[in-house]
């Protein structure tokens, strides 16, 4: 498939191809001005920098695109063919990469103030929601948005399900999915701990016998989740340590080859689209080059 053009205002001039003869405002066949005679106003110090300004950014793209191509890496992610019938329900992904954004977002500013202390966790909190600016708005978005990606996972795996998508050749897809899924849960989990307040407290010792009934390595999990006989400072600290550190950088690992297989592989069309039928074949002898060629139809052949 050839690769679709890219938009001029991105490609550096060395690289540009010229326009055409009566295109882009030059007429069509006559010489261009001869610059001996009419040659253009010459531009004074202040609008030559205004040009060098206004074209700086795409300058500074040109300059990063010659050395590292990315311009290829773009236009393969964004000029893709989308399927017939792609609807509301294939944005549920975006939508679940965008709230771990924001998750991530503000979870790296509320890791500015908290103090993942048994005894000064409960008042960090206090402190983010009362004193410091803009706190409470960035707790509030990072502590509903942990339940708006769980919804939204959950949504955008249910379109998968019900699309078929999870089917030859996605297979991979939706085990990555799968593992994405369980880690997005294990942060919603080891999250609630970190105000270390009395529901949060209790909430995650119930959180934590659940596990310990799992079969097989159900007691060995919770016994690590718990980190000590009781719950109290040890847990608070592996709980942030997942939280903080294992986990995401699991995620975005994992979100990174997830995109990869969707860019590589495309989204399927709903289901309720009919496969188009493959074109039945013409005979050899009905193409250009067969109506001469040789009786075994090698239309080269005879040419
Ligand atoms: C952090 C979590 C996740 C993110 C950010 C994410 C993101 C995306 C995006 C952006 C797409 C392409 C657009 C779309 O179809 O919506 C996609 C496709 C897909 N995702 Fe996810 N996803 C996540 C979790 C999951 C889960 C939990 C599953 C299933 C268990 C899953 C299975 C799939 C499959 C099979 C496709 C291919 C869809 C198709 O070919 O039509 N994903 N994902």
Redesign the pocket.
């Known amino acids: 498939m050839p690769k679709p053009k890219l938009p001029d205002s991105i490609v550096p001039a060395p690289l540009r191809k010229p326009a055409k003869p009566g295109a882009a405002g030059t007429a069509k066949g006559k010489a261009p001005a001869d610059l001996k005679t009419s040659p253009p106003p010459r531009k004074g110090d202040v609008e030559r920098l205004t040009d060098r300004a206004v074209e700086a950014p795409v300058d500074v793209l040109a300059w990063v695109d010659q050395r590292t191509a990315a311009s290829g890496i773009l236009t393969g992610m964004l000029f893709r063919k989308v399927p017939k019938g792609t609807n509301w329900f ?5 939508a ?2 965008f709230a ?1 954004i924001v998750q991530a977002t503000t979870g790296v500013f509320l890791a500015m103030f908290y103090t993942p202390s048994a005894t000064q966790a409960y008042a960090s909190i206090s402190h983010i929601n009362n004193e410091v600016p803009l706190g409470a708005l960035v707790h509030g978005m990072h502590k509903w948005g942990s339940s708006v990606m769980v919804i939204l ?1 959950f949504l ?2 249910g ?2 399900f019900f ?1 078929g ?2 089917k030859y050749p ?1 297979e991979l ?2 085990v ?3 593992v ?2 369980i880690l ?1 849960m294990t942060m919603a989990f080891t999250g609630y701990l970190l105000p270390f307040d009395q529901r949060s407290f209790w909430a995650s010792i119930v959180g934590i016998n659940i596990n310990g009934t799992g079969p097989i390595v159900g007691p060995y999990l919770s016994d690590f989740l718990r980190a000590g006989p009781e719950l109290g400072a040890t847990t608070l600290s592996r709980f942030y340590a997942i939280h903080m550190l294992l986990v995401p950088g699991a ?1 975005i690992a994992l ?1 990174g080859a ?2 990869y297989l ?1 860019m590589k ?4 069309a709903p289901p309720w689209l009919k496969a188009e039928r493959p074109k039945p074949a013409t005979p050899v002898s009905q193409l250009d080059g067969g109506a001469e060629g040789d009786a075994g139809g090698n239309g080269a052949a005879g040419a």
Not at 90 to 94: M, R, V
Not at 265 to 268: A, F, K
């Open positions: 294939y944005t549920l992904g975006s679940t990469l771990f996972i955008h795996m379109r998968t699309f998508a999870y996605r897809n939706w990555i999915g799968v994405l899924l997005t995620i979100i997830h995109m969707v592989l495309g989204t399927t």
